[in-house]
């Protein structure tokens, strides 16, 4: 091309005017949506190779934490106590750490948001995926009907605010380019809970149901649900340190 607008043939005007305007034409951008169930679960390998092949590629996933296109089943992504399909008498086993997954590659930009919890957060986490020569992925916590929650979808907003309130979602970002620069890439946007986590959960059917249709088993797993979530802020804590820079 460098040689054309100097050759003296046909496109050597068009190539001049193109260069001229070289500031209109866009980069392309490649994003691919989905929910936890096809990221977490079913389409997990899928992501996972998309994920590890280095290119400049944005996945975007909506956490519901169940199969919400599809009845309600429970999904890798449903967490301990909650109820759905396959689940009906609350989920055992924790929930699975996809943003972990994806940041342990080194070479991928990773972001948990909430954008009723911190609007500019989650602006600065598409930016950044956008701008980032390489694979991205951004979990986005996504209130769902299956949840239950009181006051209706209408307060959406309000309970992804409440959810990183109490400790339930944690909001960060994973940027590599930081790391060559010497910074610290791993940035963890949530602060200490400030409300009540067992109240937030209360709030929502898929929940509260459980301790009314099997109490002692509720209380067991609202326990563990409530100490996993403490267990994972204080490994982003630590993740925090772990990626500072040596003085």
């Not at 963890?188 to 059917?205: A, C, G």
Request: hydrophobic share 40%; with cysteine.
């Amino acid at each position: 091309m460098e040689a054309c607008g100097s050759c003296g043939c046909d496109f050597d005007g068009l190539y001049k005017e193109a260069l001229k305007n070289k500031d209109m034409l866009v980069k392309k951008s490649f994003w691919m949506f989905g929910g936890d169930g096809w990221a977490y679960d079913i389409g997990f390998g899928g992501v996972d190779h998309v994920l590890a092949s280095g290119e400049d590629v944005n996945v975007m996933v909506f956490d519901t934490e169940v199969y919400s296109n599809t009845g309600g089943q429970a999904s890798k992504a449903t967490p301990v106590g909650s109820v759905a399909q396959f689940a009906a008498a609350g989920k055992a086993v924790k929930k699975k750490d996809l943003g972990a997954i994806a940041m342990s590659y080194g070479y991928v930009y990773v972001a948990q948001v909430a954008m009723g919890a911190d609007y500019n957060q989650c602006l600065k986490a598409f930016h950044e995926a956008e701008s980032y020569d390489g694979p991205s992925i951004i979990i986005a916590y996504a209130p769902c009907i299956n949840h239950g929650i009181k006051g209706g979808m209408g307060i959406s907003m309000t309970e992804e605010k409440a959810a990183v309130a109490s400790g339930y979602w944690h909001n960060f970002r994973f940027d590599p380019r930081l790391a060559a620069d010497g910074k610290n890439p791993f940035s963890l946007d949530s602060k200490e809970p400030s409300q009540s986590y067992r109240d937030f959960i209360m709030n929502e059917v898929r929940y509260n149901s459980l301790l009314r249709a099997f109490p002692d088993r509720a209380e067991c797993l609202f326990e563990k649900s409530e100490e996993y979530s403490k267990e994972k802020y204080q490994h982003l804590l630590k993740l925090k340190d772990l990626y500072a820079p040596a003085e």
